[in-house]
């Protein structure tokens, strides 16, 4: 794998590691949930030690933090939307092994094909009222079924144990199944014989139904769509919220066997890009924010469960000398419904309902500098289906292409950075980007697969595929004059960040173990100038994002690294993460 520094690295005297500290610190236990008093007193604390008024939790939403505290919002867990209906744990734990890759798919034994079968069985006969098997669980467990049968190599296709359940089960369940869920079964009547009639005669309902069978019947054969085919499903079908107001009605059995299927058949690029671009214009022209470099952020959205999130600090650090940075994201979604930046915002006050326009002006706000956009506002029709993606339980091509959106365009240089875990989903992510002629794109198989790079040193006996702190990407070259771009003149690059060879002690990232609480603490100690693993982190992160994107002032990977610790030790990043809380509430 070749370095692409854009300097020769420093040497270990130009340590990030552990110093003295720094001035205002945070008090771990300063925020603390000792009552509710005293908890509102420790985040004023943390407020008034960062040089802000001691009034800014009025000013930022008092009403916002007290719902939060009788929600037990330290947890991440607790931001799942209330009312939402939970899937059937038994048909869960099966659709984790058998809605996935063709090599990753690991088929059910007869003792656990037996007991799912059962309890889609009693679930359609009514027995079971507290925990049913709902239509989108029916729709991807069965489509998983289906495209083993028809595709996948021998080794992931039905069990012995499988086949035995099914040809016990099948002929009860097809008096109890609805007519979609007995299509996506045996779409061909291949593959339950003489009980799978339903299949080929099924065309849906309203028109939209029959357009998403249609693709539906290449899907469950283990075949491809094109980018229109994808597009047009996805604008028929969503927000799934409207369906029963208007002719866009679709089962939510045929939606998550949809999604589900175009993943495990692994989605081509076209297909991706569709997805990608589906809602662009969904409301109206993209704003344009007068900014002289953006970066947009795509974490997972589905958070971190184990370790120290670093984007919401990193972003504060880099808006202080002029990388205008745009997060986005859900409060809570699934699989892994971890600590997200929505949370830690909501958490701490600030207005996490903000439309794109209002995003614009935070961005060119000369006090912040920096953006987060929740999904609710900034597309509805993908967050109208995050219950669905709980209920289909694996990730779905949408937890890929999420991740390459603009909400927000800049009239400077426009960059994007990504992270991923699972191997093969490196270029696409990069195509994507390409796809929204950003000047920069930047992929981080950080730690969960998130953004956030470890300054710990790599074990010798690492788990294999790429490493942690992997990093690839393309830039302009540093004789273009990005004004003048024609949208592919770029230089490819890829490296494995080494935190030790840039002077980092190496040291065990933090646990936050789903505490949103926790993560705080450990940020705002950080940008309150406490030397430490999360210092380092947050130093690490942004000085090597302004360094592989090309950033004006960061060619040299040392004077990258000085920037970011000065952000941070002057005050100035943890004053812009205070006046975002208080100026999202004010912004028209």
């Known amino acids: 794998m070749n370095s692409m520094l854009l300097r020769p690295l420093p040497s270990a005297g130009?340590?990030?590691?552990?110093?003295?500290?720094?001035?205002?610190?945070?008090?771990?236990?300063?925020?603390?949930?000792?009552?509710?008093?005293?908890?509102?007193?420790?985040?004023?604390v943390v407020a008034a030690?960062?040089?802000?008024?001691?009034?800014?939790?009025?000013?930022?939403?008092?009403?916002?933090?007290?719902?939060?505290?009788?929600?037990?919002?330290?947890?991440?867990?607790?931001?799942?939307?209330?009312?939402?209906?939970?899937?059937?744990?038994?048909?869960?734990?099966?659709?984790?092994?058998v809605c996935t890759g063709p090599e990753q798919t690991r088929p059910l034994g007869e003792e656990q094909a037996m007991r799912v079968l059962d309890t889609i069985l009693r679930s359609g006969m009514g027995e079971l009222k507290d925990?049913?098997?709902?239509?989108?669980?029916?729709?991807?467990?069965?489509?998983?079924?289906?495209?083993?049968?028809?595709?996948?190599p021998e080794a992931t296709q039905w069990s012995e144990g499988e086949r035995r359940a099914m040809s016990l089960f099948?002929?009860?369940?097809?008096?109890?199944?609805?007519?979609?869920?007995?299509?996506?079964?045996?779409?061909?009547?291949?593959?339950?014989?003489?009980?799978?009639?339903?299949?080929?005669?099924?065309?849906?309902?309203?028109?939209?139904?029959?357009?998403?069978?249609?693709?539906?019947?290449?899907?469950?054969?283990?075949?491809?769509?094109?980018?229109?085919?994808?597009?047009?499903?996805?604008?028929?079908?969503?927000?799934?919220?409207?369906?029963?107001?208007?002719?866009?009605?679709?089962?939510?059995?045929?939606?998550a066997a949809f999604l589900i299927g175009q993943r495990m058949n692994r989605e081509t690029d076209r297909e991706l890009k569709g997805y990608c671009l589906a809602f662009d214009d969904e409301l109206g022209p993209t704003p344009v924010a007068d900014v002289k470099s953006l970066t947009h952020y795509?974490?997972?959205?589905?958070?971190?469960?184990?370790?120290?999130?670093?984007?919401?600090?990193?972003?504060?650090?880099?808006?202080?000398?002029?990388?205008a940075c745009l997060l986005h994201g859900v409060e809570w979604m699934p699989p892994k419904g971890g600590i997200t930046e929505g949370q830690m915002l909501k958490f701490m006050g600030a207005n996490t309902h903000l439309s794109t326009l209002q995003a614009k002006t935070l961005l060119e706000d000369e006090n912040t500098?920096?953006?987060?956009?929740?999904?609710?506002?900034?597309?509805?029709?993908?967050?109208?289906?995050?219950?669905?993606?709980?209920?289909?339980?694996?990730?779905?091509?949408?937890?890929?292409?999420?991740?390459?959106?603009?909400?927000?365009r800049a009239r400077g240089r426009e960059s994007m950075v990504a992270g991923f875990y699972h191997v093969g989903y490196e270029d696409p992510l990069l195509m994507l980007m390409r796809?929204?002629?950003v000047h920069a794109g930047l992929v981080v198989k950080g730690e969960e697969g998130a953004l956030s790079m470890t300054t710990k040193e790599r074990s010798a006996h690492a788990s294999k595929g790429l490493p942690v702190n992997h990093c690839s990407g393309f830039r302009i070259p540093n004789s273009t004059d990005f004004s003048e771009t024609d949208g592919i003149s770029r230089e490819g690059f890829s490296v494995i960040v080494n935190a030790q060879e840039l002077g980092f002690e190496s040291t065990e990232t933090p646990r936050t173990d789903r505490s949103v609480l926790k993560n705080l603490e450990l940020g705002l100690a950080a940008l309150s100038g406490e030397k430490g693993p999360a210092y380092d982190r947050i130093v690490l992160n942004a000085a090597m994002v302004d360094h592989l994107l090309g950033c004006t002032g960061a060619e040299d990977i040392k004077s990258a690294l000085d920037r970011a610790r000065e952000a941070?030790?002057?005050?100035?990043?943890?004053?812009?993460?205070?006046?975002y809380i208080k100026i999202s509430h004010k912004v028209s």
């Not at 002057?570 to 004053?575: E, N, P, R, T, V």
Request: some cysteine; charged content about 20%; aromatic content about 8%.
């Open 131 to 152: 925990e049913p098997v709902s239509s989108a669980q029916l729709g991807a467990f069965f489509a998983g079924m289906t495209i083993r049968a028809n595709s996948f």
């Open 369 to 408: 500098g920096f953006a987060y956009l929740g999904l609710q506002e900034a597309c509805p029709p993908l967050y109208s289906i995050i219950g669905l993606r709980e209920h289909i339980k694996k990730r779905p091509p949408l937890a890929t292409s999420e991740k390459v959106q603009q909400f927000v």
């Open 14 to 44: 130009a340590s990030g590691g552990r110093g003295s500290p720094g001035r205002g610190r945070v008090v771990g236990s300063a925020v603390s949930f000792g009552g509710r008093g005293r908890w509102r007193r420790g985040v004023a």
């Open 170 to 255: 099948w002929p009860r369940l097809v008096n109890v199944l609805p007519p979609e869920v007995k299509f996506i079964a045996d779409p061909e009547g291949t593959i339950m014989g003489a009980n799978g009639l339903t299949g080929p005669r099924y065309v849906g309902q309203s028109t939209a139904e029959m357009r998403l069978v249609s693709a539906l019947r290449e899907v469950l054969a283990g075949g491809h769509l094109g980018y229109e085919e994808v597009q047009g499903v996805l604008k028929d079908v969503l927000p799934v919220e409207l369906a029963s107001a208007n002719s866009t009605m679709v089962n939510e059995a045929l939606l």
């Open 298 to 323: 795509g974490e997972p959205y589905d958070g971190n469960t184990r370790f120290f999130r670093s984007t919401l600090f990193v972003a504060a650090v880099r808006a202080c000398y002029g990388e």
């Open 49 to 97: 030690g960062a040089g802000a008024e001691a009034s800014w939790m009025e000013e930022a939403g008092v009403a916002v933090l007290e719902e939060g505290v009788r929600r037990n919002p330290a947890v991440s867990d607790s931001y799942r939307p209330p009312g939402m209906p939970r899937p059937n744990a038994t048909v869960l734990e099966a659709q984790a092994r």
């Open 568 to 579: 941070i030790d002057s005050g100035k990043a943890l004053s812009r993460l205070m006046n």
């Open 435 to 437: 796809r929204r002629t």
